[in-house]
């Protein structure tokens, strides 16, 4: 029997060092294209500014890209130091993706960086602007590869359990890739890395026009910016629903928690815009709700109902009882791999053996499990109520946030005045952070609503964590938030220090553009001169 609380401890370091890394991912996946947009303009155009705001840019994208690659390095050790018998479980399925993430994505990406940083002077402008276009598809196709991954961890397909072997094994390479889950995350994911690069570049564009420097490199960044972020929230949210929609048929008990829906009501049902859920009485205290908004936001349809946590219990013990038969056979088949009874009892019950798993934290011989431990277990099926239900709503509430700010923003720079909108400038400035919170939010939305799995409905996470001490875990922890504490205080420092000094005026300087939207207010105190 696992030690839950080493279990606990090695969620906790995995948590900690994944919310870490996941700051600058985004990002790094926003910048890459919005780079190669900027840089698209300067090769069309022939106007030296884009190529300066190309270079300025992509000096902040390095320092995030070189300190992401720090921070992610560790994080695919820890499935096989602290999630042993996880990766020993799924290591077939789960280590094909990151494995093509590695060869082909992270060396196409980290090859091409280097040429995208040193060959300015050395490569033709279409020849670089190319190069920028395979940074980004490098860094991109490494989202996808992980997000594989992580979609197996969500919805299993593609596999199925080998009883001799005692491993997930794949048979359908094409399922893992092109799942539902693993596309609309995908898609969901990079945008939100747009979005995030969007917001970070006009903000700090918002500054430079607050302290009244590099005005021209400002006002066409910041132009640049909230049109792309305008695009990218709007594709965020559309394509938040569609995952939501998918993961409505994968994880009903992720949607159940999300929306604080303890008992299931008939159609059309109200959605809970504000409500403080009690995981204990299974009740929400200071209910908001918004009446037929559920039904129609997870069905499409006003007739559409989605099963609450009552029901979803009665579900999991119904399988927790199935799923029993299926591991008694297991040991069964370990003594004897060709046991026809065994193989035949496996059979029937093969769909319910992760639900027997998880009576077994509760009965070692799951055989003799009593009612009260089954009904424990399946009140153990679903996730933790009140996280899920104001990750989400912060998630939601700063899209929309961004997404108002983006069309505002793009209202003042095609009138012209944005400059002059100090209020809103500051205003941008603080809503860096935003974006970056959400995505935390969002990722706390999709790994803590697959508990209690580690891969759902298969591989519950008491049972996936290596058998480390307490100790053991406890030092390990405290190192990771300490060196990832360093890692961000770095970032801060050489961001900070980058965008204090600016860009590099040399490029500016040597031709000054006919079309530019106005002259540096330095120049034209030279103009009127």
């Known amino acids: 029997m696992h030690d839950i609380t080493v279990v606990d401890l090695s969620r906790l370091q995995f948590a900690a060092t994944a919310l870490y890394h996941f700051l ?21 155009t022939g106007k030296v500014i884009y190529k300066q705001i190309t270079q300025f840019w992509g000096k902040l994208f390095l320092i995030n890209f070189a300190l992401g690659v720090a921070t992610g390095l560790t994080m695919e050790f820890q499935f096989g130091t602290n999630w042993s018998f996880y990766s020993s479980f799924v290591g077939d399925i789960f280590g094909a993706p990151l494995a093509i993430e590695g060869l082909m994505a992270f060396f196409l990406e980290s090859t091409f960086v280097g040429l995208m940083v040193f060959g300015w002077h050395r490569l033709k402008p279409g020849q670089h602007l190319a190069v920028t276009y395979l940074v980004a598809l ?41 799942s539902s889950d693993a596309q609309a995350k995908f898609v969901h994911t990079s945008i939100a890395g747009y979005v995030t690069a969007a917001i970070f570049v006009a903000g700090i564009s918002a500054w430079y026009m607050l ?58 049902m109200p959605f ?53 038969p ?74 929309l946030g961004m997404l108002a700010f983006f069309v ?20 941008a400035v603080w809503m860096i952070p935003a974006p970056f919170l959400a995505c935390e939010a969002g990722w706390l939305v999709a790994e803590i609503g697959r508990q209690p799995w580690t891969v ?23 190192g990771f938030v300490a060196v990832y504490t360093v890692f961000i205080v770095i970032e801060m420092f050489l961001m900070v220090r980058a965008i204090r000094k600016g860009p590099d005026d040399s490029a500016g300087d040597a031709e000054l553009d006919r079309g530019d939207l106005s002259l540096p207010a330095s120049r034209k105190t030279l103009a009127e001169a």
């Open 24 to 44: 600058f991912v985004p990002l790094t996946l926003g910048m890459t294209f919005m780079l190669a947009a900027m840089e698209t303009v300067y090769v069309v």
């Open 138 to 178: 490098g860094s991109n196709l490494s989202a996808l590869w992980i997000l594989v991954a992580n979609a197996f961890m969500q919805d299993p397909v593609g596999a199925h359990f080998n009883p001799t072997t005692m491993r997930m094994e794949l048979n359908d390479f094409a399922a893992l890739i092109f």
């Open 211 to 268: 302290k009244n420097r590099h005005m021209e490199l400002a006002r066409r960044s910041f132009r640049m910016s909230v049109l792309f972020g305008v695009l990218s929230t709007a594709g965020v949210i559309t394509l938040g629903d569609a995952l939501g929609f998918v993961g409505a048929e994968a994880q009903p008990t992720k949607l159940a928690a999300m929306e604080g829906l303890w008992k299931t009501e008939s159609a059309p």
């Open 272 to 324: 809970n815009l504000m409500a403080f859920p009690s995981q204990e009485k299974q009740t929400n205290y200071g209910e908001v709700k918004v009446p037929y908004v559920l039904s129609i936001l997870v069905t499409h349809s006003l007739t559409g109902t989605v099963p609450g946590v009552d029901v979803l219990e009665q579900r999991a013990a119904e399988r927790i009882r199935g799923g029993i």
């Open 326 to 399: 299926a591991v008694s056979s297991l040991k069964m088949l370990s003594a004897d791999p060709n046991d026809p009874v065994a193989l035949n009892q496996f059979s029937t019950h093969e769909k319910d053996l992760g639900y027997g798993f998880l009576v077994k934290r509760y009965a070692d011989d799951v055989t003799t499990a009593t009612d009260a431990q089954i009904a424990q277990a399946a009140k153990d099926s679903i996730p933790h109520v009140a996280t899920m239900f104001w990750s989400f709503r912060v998630m939601v509430l700063l899209g």
């Open 408 to 427: 505002l923003g793009l209202i003042y720079t095609l009138r012209n005045t944005v400059q002059h909108k100090r209020t809103f400038l500051k205003f």
């Open 456 to 478: 759902y409905g298969l591989l519950p996470t008491w049972m996936s964590a290596s058998t480390h001490s307490v100790g053991y875990m406890v030092f390990s922890l405290i």
